[in-house]
Nanobody, 123 residues
Framework: QVHLVESGGGFVQAGGSLRLSCAAS????????IGWFRQAPGKEREFVAT????????TYADSVKGRFTISRNNARNTVYLQMNSLKPEDTAVYYC????????????????WGQGTQVTVSS
């Protein structure tokens, strides 16, 4: 099993940056693909970015491509989401999620979820 805890959310003006962290417990963390998802009020949870267990493969939603970067440090059991050039439409609760091995952008394929961290971007 993997227990995930997000941190790093907050309030930022448009054009600003934030770095989210997803800290994981469990000795098998390095075997899990990790995804970042977000959910705005009244909207469905949507895919943001994902990274393979080794970190060699990353995938981004078109809406964040070129602005967000996902990375991981398996020695520290942590995955990061660097968010630059933030826009008001990036406002949402951000969740990290883990699944065994294979990368996917589908939320329901992920077995473990963190509690979420709020990101608010003002215009």
């Amino acid at each position: 099993q993997v227990h995930l805890v997000e941190s790093g959310g907050g309030f930022v003006q448009a054009g600003g940056s934030l770095r989210l962290s997803c800290a994981a417990s469990g000795r098998t963390f390095r075997s899990y693909a990790i995804g970042w998802f977000r959910q705005a009020p009244g909207k469905e949870r949507e895919f943001v970015a994902t990274i393979s267990s080794s970190g060699s493969t990353t995938t981004y939603a078109d809406s964040v491509k070129g602005r967000f970067t996902i990375s991981r440090n398996n020695a520290r059991n942590t995955v990061y989401l660097q968010m630059n050039s933030l826009k008001p439409e990036d406002t949402a609760v951000y969740y990290c999620a883990g699944k065994w091995q294979a990368v996917t952008t589908t939320p329901r394929a992920y077995d473990y979820w963190g509690q979420g961290t709020q990101v608010t971007v003002s215009s």
